[in-house]
Structure formats: C-alpha cells, structure tokens
T-cell receptor
Framework: GAGVSQSPSNKVTEKGKDVELRCDPI?????LYWYRQSLGQGLEFLIYFQGNSAPDKSGLPSDRFSAERTGGSVSTLTIQRTQQEDSAVYLC???????????FGQGTRLTVV | KNEVEQSPQNLTAQEGEFITINCSYSVGISALHWLQQHPGGGIVSLFMLSSGKKKHGRLIATINIQEKHSSLHITASHPRDSAVYIC?????????WGAGTKLIIKP
C-alpha cells in the first residue's frame, strides 16, 4: 500500500480480554517499530523488527505483551489479559532499513474498560 | 536528565511569525527526526537529518552534530501549522523521543 496501515483504528475491550493489533508496513520496508502513546504522555518504544526477527524487545512493558512479524511484512502486537493501564494509542512505523526515515501509521486507539 | 530535551514545551504565536523549536540531545546518534502530530491525528515525519540543513516548503531543519543540537524553523507560520512537534534521535535501533513542543498559531 501507499502508507503504513494499522487495524483496527479503534478498539474497546473489556479488562482481562486479549487483543490483537495489526500493522501492515510499506511494501519493501524491512524495519518495523511499535510504539505506544498514553494520554498526555510521550511516545514509548515497545519493539523493533528487522525482517522477521526482533533484535530489540526492551520496551515491552510486561510478559502480557508480545509481537510477531511474518514474511517480513505484517506484524501483530498481542496484549493478553488487558488492563486499564494498557489504554493508549498504539503506533506502528516502518522504514526501508533500520537507519532510514520512518513512516508512521495512524495508530490504533485501545480503550480497556 | 532526559536524553532528548525540547524547548519550548509550549509556544503560542501569531500568524506570520517565524517559529523556532529547539532540540538538544546527550547521546550518540545516527540520525535525528522531526515529526508532527496533529490533535487526534497520526504522526507525520517531517525531516530526517544526519548533518547540515534540510528545507521543505516553509519548514527548515538544521543540525549541529558537534553541539548535539537541532532546530526546526517555520517561516510565515499559519494556523494549520498548529500541532505538536516532536524531536526524536536514532541510536542503534529505537528512536529516543523528546517530550514534544505544542505549537499554537493564532490567526
């Protein structure tokens, strides 16, 4: 596609449920990043993929968070047993390599009630 | 001390004014990004710099690697420039973000 696509754009879920967020990067981009932005806060790094592997998972806040990337393209971020503090906008970005300009998706707004 | 410091945190100006937003960082970087985030909107990459100066329309970004400082300038500012402007530096993999500068341009 022309840009980074994320789905869903909005997700409301009940506390304790699992959610899956999807990121479709720009075709040919090998690097993919997940960030989150809580209300009124800055951007928080979660995980970086180079191809299908994740050299840096240091930002995942707990073992309830996991991410995978298959075929060097689409990535899914899974949050298990969601908590209210997981409510945030989850942003995905991709870049051609790990050291070139990053392009952002519109984000998924997650609300845990 | 944060690794990336932006100033000012908030800036309100009149339409037409020349705007400068500053970014200082304390880590070694391979590149610096300026990004724009509109209220309720996504994030748009404005510039990626590793040296010198870049210009796009009314936006100019400069970086001084020795001084670990970058500036984003907006000439002939317009109300549609109102947004949060974020400086982010790239280390090995991840981007290290500044807190952002909230810019409001009044007509």
């Amino acid at each position: 596609g022309a840009g980074v696509s994320q789905s869903p754009s909005n997700k409301v879920t009940e506390k304790g449920k699992d959610v899956e967020l999807r990121c479709d990067p720009i075709s040919g981009h090998t690097a993919l990043y997940w960030y989150r932005q809580s209300l009124g806060q800055g951007l928080e790094f979660l995980i970086y993929f180079q191809g299908n592997s994740a050299p840096d998972k240091s930002g995942l806040p707990s073992d309830r968070f996991s991410a995978e990337r298959t075929g060097g393209s689409v990535s899914t971020l899974t949050i298990q047993r969601t908590q209210q503090e997981d409510s945030a906008v989850y942003l995905c970005a991709s870049s051609r390599t790990g050291n070139t300009e990053a392009f952002f998706g519109q984000g998924t707004r997650l609300t845990v009630v | 001390k944060n690794e990336v410091e932006q100033s000012p945190q908030n800036l309100t100006a009149q339409e037409g004014e020349f705007i400068t937003i500053n970014c200082s960082y304390s880590v070694g970087i391979s590149a610096l990004h300026w990004l724009q985030q509109h209220p309720g909107g996504g994030i748009v990459s404005l510039f990626m710099l590793s040296s010198g100066k870049k210009k796009h329309g009314r936006l100019i970004a400069t970086i001084n690697i020795q001084e670990k400082h970058s500036s984003l300038h907006i000439t002939a500012s317009h109300p549609r420039d109102s947004a949060v402007y974020i400086c982010a530096v790239r280390g090995n993999y991840q981007l290290i973000w500044g807190a952002g500068t909230k810019l409001i341009i009044k007509p």
